[in-house]
């Protein structure tokens, strides 16, 4: 599902709202997820799972093609976990 996707059915399940509420609620939903993931915090929905960074360190890699050495930085990467429910849930409509 794409962003726009989402936002398409939450205006088809909330007739009330306009199309361009729903589209600022969700994009600024994804801005604050954005930038708490930014500030270093977690961010957690509860049946559905939580969003966390984790950290990479610097490393020495190889150039398949000469040999030599290249520099890797020290990278944040965002993570998300699932909640056990939404596992189960999902396990469960394949069954």
């Given at each position: ?52 960074v984790k950290h990479r360190d610097a490393w020495t890699a190889r150039d398949p ?31």
């Open positions: 599902m794409t962003k726009s996707e989402l936002i398409l059915r939450i205006a088809k399940l909330n007739p009330h709202l306009f199309h361009r509420d729903t589209e600022r609620a969700v994009v600024t939903i994804f801005n604050e997820i954005t930038a708490a993931l930014a500030r270093g915090d977690r961010v957690e929905f509860r049946g559905f799972g939580a969003f966390s093609r000469t040999g030599g050495a290249v520099a890797v930085p020290h990278k944040a990467i965002p993570f998300f976990k699932t909640s056990r429910q939404l596992r189960e849930r999902i396990n469960d409509c394949q069954n």
